[in-house]
């Protein structure tokens, strides 16, 4: 899968996916200080989903209905990089086949999908 790490994400996680056979870009490693909205349309721009934790993201693609290829949202109460990981291992086991265009929302004990459209938005799953 071809990612974009935010900066606030961090450049373990980027170096993580990469072992793992990602195309990843990272923002902390290649354009550090890039404005939110540069960040969104950098993958826009490169057909890349959004690996965050900052939730501005998700106001972007939801209320404001950027443009995107697809956001994954980290919202942890542990955000050291071993949790952050494991988080996001068990994300693209159980859901990586629909990250892809929507928004999903990650914690330690619950994963929402939203898929959006033209005429809203759904809900595609939670556990």
């Known amino acids: 899968m071809r990612f974009l790490v935010d900066e606030c994400t961090g450049p373990s996680v980027a170096r993580w996916l990469r072992v793992q ?27 890349r989903i959004l690996i965050t ?20 949202l980290l919202r942890l109460q542990d955000e050291h990089v071993a949790n952050k990981i494991r988080v996001l291992s068990e994300v693209l086991r159980e859901y990586g086949n629909m990250l892809e265009g929507n928004l999903v929302v990650a914690s330690e004990s619950r994963v929402r999908i939203v898929r959006l459209h033209a005429g809203g938005q759904e809900e595609l799953g939670e556990r």
């Open 21 to 47: 056979g990602h195309d990843v870009v990272s923002v902390y490693e290649q354009a550090r200080g890039l404005d939110d909205a540069s960040v969104l349309a950098l993958a826009v721009r490169e057909e």
């Open 53 to 72: 934790s900052d939730k501005e993201f998700g106001t972007r693609v939801v209320r404001d209905r950027q443009a995107h290829c697809g956001v994954l």
